[in-house]
């Protein structure tokens, strides 16, 4: 199966259109107390698998919506670059960065895959991007990374997988987001090897919730989080 980016776009643009300015915006856990759960359970993990973070860290956050997790990483680096192709999430955080002076987080409209850079990031935050790329779409943006990271850069994906296997869902209406949805869950296995040709080892994966956890709510599929880091060439 292949997805449509233009329906991938038209989701997050109405999504973003309709939606309150609240974390489920970009979760898509539209629950509140699980939503709250989720972030909790979350920030832990995530704060435990960025390890301490430099000052001097420049990091990228693609797919970044309107910032929810690099205005919680920029109060520790010296800059955020937070990349996304819905427009008005990127409008919103432009918006919330003037509004909080913040100034060490930048938004840029852009498709992921087709975002370049001459900076150097030490730090490439992907959460729940890769599951609406195509393999060629995938491809493309694991060579942009490599071209903009150098050896011994982090890249920490946040991402759905498939378990134990690969699982599509192909166009169909969902009733909880009140729209149509399509993504690709990629195993493990697949997110390894594909990280694994673009010079990258990862070196630490878990679910990212506990077996049992209320947040698993699909038995096709497991929220999980991984830890590459560049190899030297
Ligand atoms: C599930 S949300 C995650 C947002 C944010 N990373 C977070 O964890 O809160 C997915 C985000 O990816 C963006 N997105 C999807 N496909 C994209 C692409 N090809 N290039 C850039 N952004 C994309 C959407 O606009 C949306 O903001």
């Given at each position: 199966m292949t997805i449509d980016p233009a329906d991938v776009k038209r989701f997050w643009d109405e999504r973003a259109a309709r939606h309150a300015d609240d974390p489920g915006l970009t979760n898509l856990e539209e629950n509140p107390e699980l939503r709250d759960l989720k972030i909790a359970l979350e920030e832990a993990r995530v704060a435990d698998y960025l390890g301490t973070l430099r000052e001097e860290s420049?990091?990228?956050?693609?797919?970044g919506g309107y910032g929810v997790w690099a205005f919680k990483i920029a109060p520790a680096v010296a800059h955020v670059d937070v990349v996304d192709f819905c427009a008005p999430l990127v409008e919103r955080g432009t918006a919330k960065a003037a509004e909080l002076a913040v100034n060490n987080v930048t938004f840029t409209h852009a498709a992921a895959q087709d975002f370049t850079s001459t900076r150097s990031y030490d730090l490439v935050f992907i959460s729940g991007l890769l599951l609406y790329l195509n393999n060629d779409e995938l491809d493309l943006l694991?060579?942009?990374?490599a071209s903009y990271t150098h050896a011994g850069s982090v890249v920490l994906l946040r991402d759905g997988t498939g378990v134990p296997d690969h699982y599509e869902i192909t166009k169909r209406w969902s009733e909880a987001l009140q729209a149509n949805y399509a993504a690709i869950y990629r195993t493990r296995d697949e997110y390894l090897a594909a990280f694994a040709r673009s010079g990258y080892a990862c070196v630490r994966?878990?679910?990212?919730?506990?077996?049992?956890?209320?947040?698993?709510k699909f038995p096709e599929t497991r929220l999980r989080i991984y830890r590459f880091v560049r190899l030297p060439s």
């Open positions: 420049i990091v990228l956050d693609l797919g694991l060579d942009r990374i994966d878990d679910d990212m919730f506990e077996a049992g956890c209320v947040l698993n």
